[in-house]
C-alpha cells in the first residue's frame, strides 16, 4: 500500500521553531499524518499561498490568513486559532539596556536609539502606526532598519546593525548575541494571533484540518509557552 505523501505546512518564522517541537511531539494523536514544514518570511507565505502554489496547511498571522480565507485560497471555516505572541524589545548582548517599563520610556528609547529595527510582519505593521500616533513617524523612517522577509530582526541587532530592535519574543528569545529587554508595556502592548487553516489546494483537506486540532488540543499548552507564546 502506498504511504500518503507528508502533509505540507506553509508557515511565517515567528512560528517555525514551536510548530517544528509540535509536530515531533510524542503526544500528537497516535497515527497522525506526516508533515513537511516550510517557514518563510510571513509577507512571502501569504504570497505563494495566493498565487496558487499546493500546500495543505497555512499558519499565519490572523489577519494574513483571513485575507487568504477572503481570496479563496484558504477553506472557509478551516481557521483554527493557535497562539497568541507578544512583541518584544532587544538590544545587542552588552550594550546598556533603557527602560521599556512605560509608554513613555519606550518612545524616549526609540528616539534616543541610533538604528531602530522592525519587521515586515504583524508587528511592524502595528509599530508603524503606533510612532505615528506618537507622532515620531519621521524620526524614525530616517533611522529605520527594516530586514528582508524571513531575517529575524534580532540577526541585524547581534550585528550591530540595530541598536533597538522590536519583533515577536518567539523569534528573539533563541538568538544568541542579543539581550531581550521584555515585551512592550500593557498600555503598548502588540500581541499577534496566529492562526492555521487549510489550504484550498490540499489533496488531504481532512487530514489536515486533524492535524490543526491537533496543534490546538490542551497538550501543547507547555510547549507554546516555552516558545514565548500564549495558547489562543
Known amino acids: 500500500m502506498n504511504t500518503p505523501a507528508p502533509l505540507?505546512?506553509?508557515?511565517?518564522?515567528?512560528?517555525?521553531?514551536?510548530?517544528?517541537?509540535?509536530?515531533?511531539?510524542?503526544?500528537?494523536?497516535?497515527?497522525?499524518?506526516?508533515?513537511?514544514?516550510?517557514?518563510?518570511?510571513g509577507v512571502d507565505a501569504a504570497r505563494r499561498v495566493a498565487a496558487g502554489e499546493a500546500f495543505?496547511?497555512?499558519?499565519?498571522?490572523?489577519?494574513?490568513?483571513?485575507?487568504?480565507?477572503?481570496?479563496?485560497?484558504?477553506?472557509?471555516?478551516?481557521?483554527?486559532?493557535?497562539?497568541r505572541s507578544a512583541t518584544a524589545v532587544a538590544v545587542p548582548a552588552g550594550a546598556p539596556h533603557p527602560d521599556i517599563g512605560s509608554a513613555e520610556a519606550v518612545r524616549a528609547a526609540v528616539l534616543a536609539a541610533p538604528s531602530v529595527g522592525y519587521s515586515t510582519g504583524p508587528s511592524g505593521v502595528a509599530l508603524a502606526a503606533l510612532f505615528a500616533r506618537w507622532g515620531i513617524a519621521d524620526a524614525v523612517q530616517a533611522k529605520l532598519v527594516t530586514p528582508p522577509p524571513g531575517t529575524p530582526v534580532g540577526q541585524l541587532v547581534a550585528r550591530g546593525e540595530v541598536a533597538l530592535g522590536f519583533q515577536q519574543l518567539s523569534e528573539l528569545m533563541h538568538l544568541p548575541g542579543i539581550d531581550v529587554l521584555g515585551v512592550l508595556p500593557p498600555a503598548i502592548e502588540i500581541t499577534t494571533v496566529f492562526s492555521g487553516g487549510v489550504a484550498a489546494s490540499s489533496r488531504r483537506p481532512e487530514a489536515a484540518r486533524a492535524l490543526l486540532a491537533d496543534l490546538a488540543a490542551p497538550w501543547t499548552a507547555a510547549l507554546k509557552r516555552a516558545n514565548g507564546m500564549n495558547p489562543a
Open 8 to 41: 505540507h505546512l506553509i508557515s511565517s518564522m515567528a512560528t517555525q521553531r514551536l510548530l517544528a517541537e509540535l509536530i515531533a511531539a510524542p503526544e500528537r494523536t497516535p497515527g497522525g499524518a506526516d508533515v513537511r514544514l516550510e517557514a518563510v518570511g
Open 56 to 83: 495543505d496547511l497555512v499558519v499565519l498571522g490572523a489577519g494574513a490568513l483571513d485575507k487568504l480565507i477572503a481570496g479563496g485560497h484558504v477553506l472557509v471555516g478551516s481557521r483554527v486559532d493557535l497562539v
